[in-house]
Each structure stands twice: as C-alpha cells, then as structure tokens.
C-alpha cells in the first residue's frame, strides 16, 4: 500500500519574492544604520544644522521674519543639498559594492533573484535617506518654534516633504544606475556628487541660455518645486514658466531666459527620471557577471 510521504524539510522552502526582499531590506538596512557613513553623514547633517541654527540666531530679522519665509528659504535650499549627499553615501557603491569586494559573488549563490537583491537595496537606501531628511527637518522644526511658537506648521511644509520624497526617489534611481554601470564604487559615488551638486545645473542653464528653451529633460529643473511651493504664487500647473530679463547698456544688451518648473510638471519628470534609471540600472545588474 502506498503511503503518503510527507516533506522531509518543510523549513527549507524558498521564500517568495516579497519576502526576500524584506528580509534583504532588514539586513542591509542595519547595515547602513550600524555603519561609519551613516555615523560619518548625521554628523554632517548635524554641522549643516548648527550653521543653520547660528545663522538664523545673527540675521533673524532680515531673513526670517516669517514661518513661511524661514521654511522656504531654508528647507527649500537645504533639502536637495541633504537628499544628494544621502543618496551618494547610501547608493554610491550598493551594486558596484558587491563587483568591487566580491560579495556579490557569494550572494548570487543563494536561491535569490537579482531583482530582489536590486528593489531590497534600493528600499534600504531609500529608508535610510529618508532618516537624514528627517533628522534635517527636526533641527529646522525645533528651530521655528523657537522662533515662531509651537503652533502649526506651513501647509506647504508638508507639500513640499512629499515632493522631497518623490526627488530623492528619482536621485537614488540614477544613483543605482551608475552604481550598476560601474564595478569600482568611487565612480558611483564620483559621478552622482558632481552631476547631482553642479553638473545638472550646469547643463540646465547652458540648455537654457544657449538653446533658449525649457529644459524639461534636466532632472535639477524639477527640483526647484521643493521650494516653490513656498512663493506667493506657486505655479501649480503641468507647464513650466519663463521670465526674460534683459541687460546691459546700447550695444551690449544681454537677454536672458529664466524657466521655472510647474510643480506637476516637476513630479512627471521626477518620476520619469525613477522609472527610467532605475530600470536601466536593474537591466544592466541583470546582465553583469561575477567573477
């Protein structure tokens, strides 16, 4: 008579995928939070907000004479310094890491997709990011109420934590993507820093001063709703908005073109700029071998 036989293991059934990647994200995640960057970077933040708290504290009345202006003019400025630091400490070398020191070799051997070990780094990276963001906006918080009282905060405070977010998604996206192009982590980390702190404004302008048209397609162009939502009169709208301003005198006139994003339109390119690098980033982790 034929007996059933039960699973002899039942325990070593390959998790799903959701899974591993929680499981993935945990792991890297108190990586991060247990290592000399994180350490390295809140001790930056911390540096940012103490000259932050000084300069507030010597030019209060000329600059911060609102809660809303205090917020706009320094989370609005200060954020995307913070998110590109993060994402170049947190996501510079997390896939050229493992070509560089060989790790990835080891961790290819277990039951796990590339994509799993790809969206779990990505998520920690991510999380821990968000952690400075936070630690940045409570030294800014604290600072307000001291200055302003314990009342609310700016509504657009909180618009504008949101499209933060939505900004360092889209860096760390192209962040991963340079960190899968490369095996050496110093190029990750090298070429996030210079393209995110100078070389997209760069280009922003160059587009459009010499090109005289609105440069859309550049990733720093959206960011400025971080802190437009602050103005006046935000431009809410899927366009951007261009003021000419000319100068100079008889022959030397010179006619420069400013674009501003409209907030919607700065969220569609950000998340085009995820949706694309992340996905090339993935595409290339794919086809890369360990050796």
Same mark, same amino acid.
């Given at each position: 008579?034929? =007996?059933?036989?039960?699973?002899p293991?039942?325990?070593?059934?390959?998790?799903?995928?959701?899974?591993?990647?929680?499981?993935?994200?945990?792991?890297q995640?108190?990586?991060?939070?247990?290592?000399?960057r994180?350490?390295?970077?809140?001790?930056?933040?911390?540096?940012?907000g103490?000259i932050?708290?000084?300069?507030?504290?010597? $030019?209060?009345?000329?600059?911060v004479?609102?809660?809303?202006a205090?917020?706009?003019?320094?989370?609005?400025?200060?954020?995307?310094?913070?998110?590109?630091?993060?994402?170049?400490?947190?996501?510079?070398d997390?896939?050229a890491? !493992?070509?560089?020191?060989?790790t990835?070799?080891?961790?290819?051997?277990?039951?796990?997709r590339?994509? =799993?070990?790809?969206?779990?780094?990505?998520?920690?990276?991510?999380?821990?990011?968000?952690s400075?963001?936070?630690?940045?906006?409570?030294i800014?918080?604290?600072n307000?109420?001291?200055?302003?009282?314990?009342?609310l905060?700016p509504?657009?405070?909180?618009?504008?934590?949101?499209?933060?977010?939505?900004?360092?998604?889209?860096?760390?996206?192209?962040t991963?993507?340079f960190?899968?192009?490369f095996?050496?982590?110093?190029?990750?980390?090298?070429? =996030?820093?210079?393209?995110?702190?100078?070389?997209?404004?760069?280009?922003?302008?160059?587009?459009?001063?010499?090109?005289?048209?609105?440069?859309?397609?550049?990733?720093?162009?959206? !960011?400025?709703?971080?802190?437009?939502?602050?103005?006046?009169?935000?431009?809410?709208?899927?366009t951007?908005?261009?003021?000419t301003t000319?100068?100079?005198?008889g022959?030397?006139?010179v006619?420069?073109?400013?674009?501003?994003a409209?907030?919607? !339109?700065?969220?569609?390119i950000?998340?085009?700029?995820?949706?694309?690098?992340?996905?090339?980033?993935?595409?290339? $982790? !794919?086809?890369?071998?360990?050796?």
């Amino acid at each position: 008579m034929a =007996t059933a036989v039960s699973d002899p293991a039942p325990h070593l059934a390959v998790p799903a995928s959701m899974a591993q990647v929680g499981k993935l994200t945990r792991y890297q995640l108190r990586e991060y939070l247990r290592s000399r960057r994180y350490v390295a970077l809140s001790a930056i933040v911390l540096v940012i907000g103490a000259i932050l708290t000084f300069v507030v504290a010597h $030019f209060r009345g000329s600059i911060v004479s609102t809660s809303l202006a205090f917020y706009g003019s320094f989370w609005g400025a200060g954020a995307d310094i913070v998110i590109v630091l993060a994402a170049v400490f947190f996501g510079g070398d997390a896939i050229a890491g !493992e070509f560089q020191n060989k790790t990835g070799y080891f961790l290819m051997g277990l039951p796990l997709r590339r994509s =799993t070990v790809y969206i779990g780094k990505f998520i920690a990276a991510f999380l821990a990011s968000v952690s400075m963001m936070v630690l940045f906006l409570a030294i800014l918080v604290l600072n307000g109420a001291y200055y302003f009282g314990t009342g609310l905060l700016p509504w657009q405070l909180g618009i504008s934590l949101v499209l933060a977010i939505v900004y360092l998604v889209a860096v760390l996206g192209a962040t991963f993507l340079f960190s899968s192009l490369f095996k050496t982590s110093a190029y990750g980390f090298v070429l =996030t820093a210079i393209l995110f702190l100078f070389g997209f404004s760069l280009l922003q302008d160059l587009v459009a001063d010499l090109v005289k048209i609105e440069p859309w397609m550049i990733i720093s162009y959206a !960011e400025s709703a971080i802190g437009q939502v602050f103005s006046a009169s935000p431009n809410w709208g899927i366009t951007g908005t261009a003021v000419t301003t000319t100068v100079g005198m008889g022959r030397f006139m010179v006619t420069t073109t400013t674009y501003t994003a409209g907030i919607a !339109e700065a969220v569609v390119i950000m998340i085009g700029y995820f949706l694309v690098t992340a996905a090339a980033g993935l595409w290339l $982790f !794919e086809r890369e071998e360990f050796s």
